[in-house]
């Protein structure tokens, strides 16, 4: 096929015949505009689409409620009381773990902090945190409030593993080095796992053991990554992680997070940690007299029963993952983005650099595409085209074609629209 055949309409049609997933695109709902067509939405990694079972999951649980009131929680079609674990083992097998190893509770920040709680344990020696330069704010704040609860003052605790001058993405070498300089006083590492500026995905295992070998804990914010790459959790050997759903799981907007405690930790009751009734033993927690009992793994960090309505949108979503699989997702995503990145490459213009790494291996949906001379007008005449991305200060726009429900033919369509703004 010849470059011009490749950069064609046809072309993505084809590719879109030929895909196997394409089917599920249905499966969700797409914005439109007022004539009935589908907008672009390029932007899964900020807040993902609906499924059109959603609805349905969620009415289920306000019928139960109508009808059966306290009893739904033992009674409903899905009791409510064990309802975090009808999301467990789909929840697992998305980001490479163990049912032990994972549960569905709070939000990321929240449990970011109820994590640190338990694994970031300083001392006056051994107490900086080592997060990268361009984390999401979030983290920052996370970190920094951490170490103040300690009495560590945040600019000689906190340490930034930064790109090298004139460059964009992070190198692991340069992490090495902060650790050989400065691991004697290096008590966690706080990673993202796909950088939310770049779109770098990072390998887990390999800082995982650069961190261990320098008696660290790891820990790893999975925002970006959950649902978009195959992070291998367990294998990775990092101690903790902790994610969102409402990106490329498509929860629906401030819905409920994840967390991740590696099984190593899972039966370790000295841990520190703030407390709850739902992490109790589920088998006495009733019986309100009962001594605490911490609950081995992942469920042991619970604080709170789980709101059901929010749990049911996840359920929906989780179990279209759980149909397809991450390996056929994962796969048609490096089709996604190759083919996004060659049609970038054929716009005649010295004002586009893609700053999201070129190997396939070393990111996932999301292309950081940054354009030179060009500001926040850009991302709303995409918007006035019906384009839906992400601007980011000061000349980055993140786009984002998801596996379940971008097609090759979106992909072509933006660029043709693209190019003529530029």
């Known amino acids: ?21 394409a089917p599920y695109r249905d499966q969700f709902h797409i914005p439109k505009d007022n004539n009935g067509n589908n907008w672009i939405y390029m932007c899964g990694n900020s807040l993902g689409l609906q499924p059109k079972t959603t609805k349905k999951y969620i009415q289920q649980e306000l019928e139960d409620w109508a009808n059966l009131g ?6 409903a079609k899905n009791p409510w009381m064990p309802y975090h674990e009808f ?3 789909a929840m697992a097998k998305v980001v490479g773990a163990k049912p032990l190893e994972v549960v569905i509770m709070n939000t990321l920040t929240t449990n970011l902090h109820l994590l640190m709680v338990s694994f970031y344990q300083p001392d006056k020696t051994k107490y900086k945190i080592v997060i990268e330069s361009d984390a999401f ?9 951490q170490l103040r609860f300690h009495d560590f003052d945040p600019k000689e605790g906190l340490i930034e593993w930064k790109p090298r001058p004139g460059e964009e993405l992070l190198r692991l070498g340069d992490l090495e080095t902060i650790l050989d300089q400065q691991g004697n006083e290096i008590a966690l590492l706080l990673i993202g796992g796909v950088n939310y500026y770049t779109g770098q995905y990072l390998d887990l295992k390999k800082i995982a053991d650069l961190g261990h070998a320098k008696n660290c804990i790891v820990g790893i914010d999975l925002a970006h990554g959950v649902g978009n790459i195959q992070p291998e959790l367990h294998n990775s050997g990092i101690d903790f992680a902790a994610w969102c759903t409402y990106k490329y799981l498509n929860s629906g907007p401030g819905s409920l997070g994840g967390l991740f405690v590696h099984e190593k930790h899972a039966y370790n009751k000295d841990l520190k940690r703030f407390a709850g009734w739902w992490s109790h033993n589920k088998e006495t927690r009733f019986n309100m007299r009962q001594e605490f009992d911490i609950m081995p793994g992942a469920e042991g960090y619970q604080l709170s029963n789980p709101p059901i309505l929010s749990m049911a949108a996840i359920k929906a979503s ?9 390996d056929a997702l994962r796969k048609k995503s490096k089709a996604l983005t190759g083919y996004f990145e060659f049609l970038i490459n054929q716009i005649d213009t010295d004002r586009i650099k893609i700053i999201t790494p070129t190997n396939p291996e070393e990111r996932g949906c999301q292309l950081s595409i940054q354009v030179k001379n060009a500001d926040k007008r ?5 918007t006035d085209h019906h384009i839906i991305t992400d601007w980011r200060e000061p000349d980055v726009i993140r786009c984002a074609p998801t596996p379940l429900y971008n097609s090759f033919e979106d992909v072509y369509r933006m660029i043709e629209i693209l190019k003529t703004l530029i």
């Open 378 to 382: 850009l991302h709303q005449q995409l």
């Open 137 to 145: 704010p979030s983290d920052r704040y996370a970190v920094e409030s």
């Open 70 to 75: 306290v009893e739904g929680h033992v009674e």
């Open 318 to 326: 989780l179990d279209i993952f759980n149909e397809v699989g991450m």
């Open 1 to 21: 096929m010849t470059i011009a055949s490749k950069a064609s309409l046809e072309c993505a049609k084809e590719l879109d015949q030929k895909d196997k997933i």
């Open 87 to 89: 999301l467990t083992d």
